[in-house]
């Protein structure tokens, strides 16, 4: 319990800092969110400022802020007019999260059944595979291995559609795109981890006493791998998120990329810093989600810890 109430002050007191950092930042940044290409006149801009509150002291908009935040209020955004920061976080969160989620668990799916297989010492031939296969997917970034399988699988084979978000047909590329460099580090991870729990003497008494090597392999060697796997799965899911960027771009999933990259641009201060706590509240939840589930499974972590 104690544990857990340390977790969430962290989680608090990170998004107060991250909230009030780039509250500051971004104010003190020259220029304003509404320098147009075209200029707008001394009268409106000082309207649209007033309205916006930004006429205001320094301070004064800090407080107005932080008090909303605490409310649950992200605030309006200033570029996309009539749409609320939490609007923009309902509308696009859930495509952003099911993604990202997706790319995990499929990374698990596949990352862990290559990497256990390709400890086989009876098949080379594809343990070398299985490392060449990880060694192309840790060294091909999203922004070319996306591409790369529109043109194979919607372009050549006319299998899968290239973009959008529409079912699960659509899901399949871009889930696939995300995983890959995740799933390098879940084979290389649990190939090392396996190659050690593999030369253990009670796997070499099974495999005396006639167990099969796959049996041993998926039931021995990966529940000692299993430790190891979830020690690194809140900087996987960190990884995953932050390679979703391009990967929403490129087929055009609605989720919070496009926003996130826009907002930048357009210096939409309210906008820029709610989706930045939502990140912020992702990735520190998920290592914290997984540090506990770590130490529910293996107790004596905790004991060390403490």
């Known amino acids: 319990m104690k544990k857990v109430f340390n977790k969430l002050l962290q989680l608090f007191l990170t998004l107060f800092v991250i909230s009030t950092l780039l509250f500051f930042i971004l104010r003190f940044l020259p220029g304003s969110p509404f320098d147009e290409e075209i200029a707008l006149s001394p009268e409106v801009k000082q309207s649209i400022e007033a309205y916006y509150k930004l006429d205001q002291p320094i301070y004064v908009q800090y407080l107005s802020y932080m008090k909303g935040l605490l409310s649950g209020d992200l605030g309006e955004s200033y570029k996309f007019q009539g749409l609320s920061v939490n609007t923009i976080l309902a509308q696009t969160l859930p495509s952003t999260l099911a993604l990202g989620l997706m790319a995990l668990l499929f990374s698990y799916f596949v990352g862990v059944i290559l990497a256990i297989s390709s400890i086989n010492p009876k098949k080379p ?3 070398k595979s299985v ?29 899968l559609p290239p973009a ?25 991870l649990l190939r090392y981890s396996g190659l050690e729990s593999i030369r ?12 099969s090597t796959s049996a041993i392999l998926f039931k021995h060697v990966l529940k000692n791998s299993l430790i190891p796997l979830l020690a690194i799965s809140g900087s996987l ?5 932050s390679g979703s960027f391009i990967i929403e771009q490129i087929f055009a999933v609605p989720g919070l990329a496009k926003y996130f990259v826009e907002s930048v641009t357009n210096r939409d201060y309210t906008l820029v810093i709610g989706l930045s706590l939502v990140y912020s509240i992702i990735l520190v939840t998920a290592n914290m989600f997984f540090d506990l589930l770590v130490q529910i499974i293996d107790p004596r972590i905790q004991r060390e810890a403490s």
């Open 131 to 159: 490392q060449f296969f990880s060694n192309a997917a840790s060294s091909i970034p999203n922004f070319l291995s996306a591409p790369l399988l529109i043109l194979i699988f919607s372009f050549w084979l006319d299998l």
């Open 125 to 127: 031939l594809w343990n």
């Open 200 to 211: 253990a003497d009670y796997v070499r008494m099974a495999l005396a006493k006639g167990v």
């Open 237 to 241: 899911f960190a990884q995953i998120l």
């Open 164 to 188: 959008l978000w529409e079912g699960p047909s659509y899901y399949i590329l871009p889930v696939v795109a995300l995983s890959l460099r995740p799933m390098s580090l879940i084979i290389r």
